[in-house]
């Protein structure tokens, strides 16, 4: 079965640190382009970092400079290195695999809270 | 810039069908999108792919009642027989795009 999940959100200060993993089953995460999403409280789904097959990495404006993405081809597994955390980063962070520029296979997501 | 217009809410009665819309914008009209579902308080679910002729190819275990359709740069997704269960936030996407998003209500 084709499944991705996500672990390692929590509660964290202004200025912290956090680093959130994916699991995934089913498929090879390095073969496949992967993409971290997160969606705050009450808003839509907004795209965070891609991580295309070869490597390859890309960021939104808005976490760039802060969050790293990565992938542990031995483990399967996906990661976002999250730093310098801000309260507007607060949100669940869902993992998705994409084909061909579509996200078909999500996570069940897990929730970043950043507060003090 | 590619951007996806969703109408933010939608609104049919148990058993009826309903159409909800997503716009490409200009000088993208041949852009395949995928529909996800999102149930309250669950992550995205992902629907069908829907590319600019109409055809389109469901995920795992969605109903037939789900199907989808296009016209120019207008990507649809019809629901018919309307279940409480589909009471939900419904998302365009292509690439690292999403649609506003559009809550229906089933009456």
């Known amino acids: 079965e084709v499944q991705l999940v996500e672990s390692g959100g929590g509660l964290v200060q202004p200025g912290g640190s956090l680093r959130l993993s994916c699991a995934a089953s089913?498929?090879?995460?390095?073969?496949?382009?992967m993409s971290w999403v997160r969606q705050a409280p009450g808003k839509g789904l907004e795209w965070v970092s891609v991580i295309y097959s070869g490597g390859s990495t890309y960021y939104a404006d808005s976490v760039k400079g802060r969050f790293t993405i990565s992938r542990d081809n031995s483990k399967n597994t996906l990661y976002l290195q999250m730093n310098s955390l801000r309260a507007e980063d607060t949100a669940v962070y869902y993992c998705?695999?994409?084909?061909?520029?579509?996200?078909?296979?999500w996570g069940k997501g897990t929730t970043v809270t950043v507060s003090s | 810039q590619l951007v996806l217009t969703q109408s933010p809410s939608a609104s049919a009665s148990l058993g009826a069908s309903v159409k909800l819309t997503c716009t490409l914008s200009s000088g993208h009209s041949s852009y395949a999108i995928a529909w996800h579902q999102q149930q309250p308080e669950k992550g995205p679910r992902y629907l069908m792919k829907?590319?600019?002729?109409?055809?389109?190819s469901k995920g795992d275990g969605i109903p037939d009642r789900f199907s989808g359709s296009s016209s120019g740069a207008e990507r649809y997704l019809t629901i018919s027989s309307l279940q409480s269960e589909d009471e939900a936030d419904y998302y365009c996407?292509?690439?690292?795009?999403f649609g506003g998003g559009t809550k229906l209500t089933v009456l």
């Open positions: 089913g498929f090879t995460v390095s073969s496949n382009y």
């Open positions: 829907l590319n600019s002729d109409g055809s389109h």
């Open positions: 996407q292509t690439g690292q795009v």
């Open positions: 998705a695999r994409e084909s061909y520029d579509l996200m078909d296979v």
